[in-house]
């Protein structure tokens, strides 16, 4: 009875692995090495409010909304309800989740959203106002130094769950209680 147990744990266990993987093998082969998850409801509801109060308190004739590394665009489509007269911009490697966000887009009738497929290191990121990532650690790093160089003084800069890297100290650490166990943080930064 033991050796029958033992044995399916065995099995079970490689085909866990092999599916393991087999999603680890379409991170790096579509994603970059990057996973696509989703933004917690909560923590949407807050980095749109915090938008909303920064895009309220400037007076600018256009205000521009960088989220790097969009994913399927859920995000984005949120803000770009919530704040209408904003140009917002997702930025995705993906071509799938490119064709899917501006599929979505189109079907939700959103003229103040774009997504642009491209390493988000290789674009200008001067006209941006504000920006919302939520990114690995190991990039990081290289976004607050690409930050530094090319973001807009006084920049909103959100990071959901990591802080940015090369000595950035954000204005405000915020806990938000949400039901993904994985996220429940996020940094608030603005450029000087």
Known sequence: MFAITLHYLTEISFYLACGAWLIYAYFVLFHGGVPNIRTAPAIREEIIRLLRDDYAARTLPRYTIYDLG????????????????ANVVGVELNALSVLWSNWMKKRQGLDNLTYVRSDFFKID???GNAFVIFMLPSLLTRIAEKLEY???????????????GRGWIPQEERKIKT????????????KA
């Open 150 to 164: 090319e973001a807009a003084p006084h920049s909103l800069i959100i990071c959901n769950k990591f802080r940015l």
């Open 179 to 190: 039901r993904y166990l994985h996220q429940g943080k996020i940094f608030i930064y603005r």
């Open 70 to 85: 969009s994913g399927n665009g859920h995000l984005t489509r949120q803000i770009a309800k919530a704040l209408p007269q």
């Open 125 to 127: 990121w001067s006209q």
